[in-house]
């Protein structure tokens, strides 16, 4: 499977790209991401911003992979009692990823969905199961800190911190909701976000660095490109590693 490259060996990006160039047939690589609220401090498009950068350092590492324009907005009910939230639901976002893969699957090889929000996840175990069962070669990879806090805490001030850090508020950073998610669920399906966390913050964001998002950006980055390697592919469409 193939992969352009542009002058001075710059990867080539699909939103950039010309048809012709398009030989090969590439495994192409869609971040994917959310609109959605992120405490006081985090932008609306946290979510998008890291799955970017993750796919985009796997881009980099690997000149055969074609990234392709990140999908902003995913399923993310759970945050709608903020202003800003953008859901498309899960319904919707399963018939985007089918269509997507459908339509890509006619020219590239392989797709590669790099996913940065967790309400997602039931819109992709539906989607990539399906596109494989018509023989496409189609998987996801989640953008997950072992052992992370949920939402807007540490984790991912530090990634954003580093990815982007003229987009983050520091000092209005604030401790939200701390207990484990497990205990939180039944209060979260009833009642959102918005119903155990007033700030939208599941989790803490103190101690949160750039540096620290950077190692957790290489790291995420590490285990994506060992993936790709493997290309071992779960039965629920989930890239292994």
Avoid at 64 to 88: C, K, M, N, R
């Amino acid at each position: 499977m193939g992969g352009i490259r542009g002058q001075g060996g710059a990867v080539v990006r699909l939103g950039s790209a010309r048809s012709p160039e398009l030989d090969g047939r590439p495994t192409v690589v869609v971040p994917l991401g959310s609109v959605e609220q992120h405490g006081p401090h985090l932008p609306l498009a946290t979510d998008t911003t890291v799955a970017a950068a993750v796919a985009t350092g796997l881009v980099d590492r690997q000149p055969d992979l074609l990234l392709a324009p990140a999908v902003p907005y995913g399923a993310s009910g759970e945050h709608e009692g903020f202003p800003g939230t953008v859901s498309i639901g899960t319904g919707a976002l399963r018939t985007l990823l089918v269509e997507l893969g459908r339509s890509a699957g006619r020219w590239a090889g392989r797709l590669l969905v790099v996913n940065g929000h967790g309400g997602n996840l039931d819109a992709l175990r539906s989607a990539v199961p399906l596109l494989r069962h018509e023989g496409r070669d189609v998987a996801w990879f989640p953008c997950g800190v072992r052992g992370g806090d949920a939402h807007a805490g540490r984790i991912e001030t530090s990634l954003v911190l580093h990815v982007e850090p003229s987009a983050v508020r520091p000092e209005l950073a604030e401790a939200g909701e701390t207990a484990p998610v497990a205990q939180l669920l039944p209060r979260l399906r009833a009642g959102g976000v918005a119903a155990v966390s007033p700030n939208g913050v599941l989790g803490d964001p103190a101690g949160a660095s750039a540096d620290e998002g950077a190692r957790m950006l290489a790291d995420l980055v590490g285990r994506l490109a060992a993936a790709v390697q493997a290309w071992d592919v779960g039965a629920d469409g989930r890239l292994t590693g």
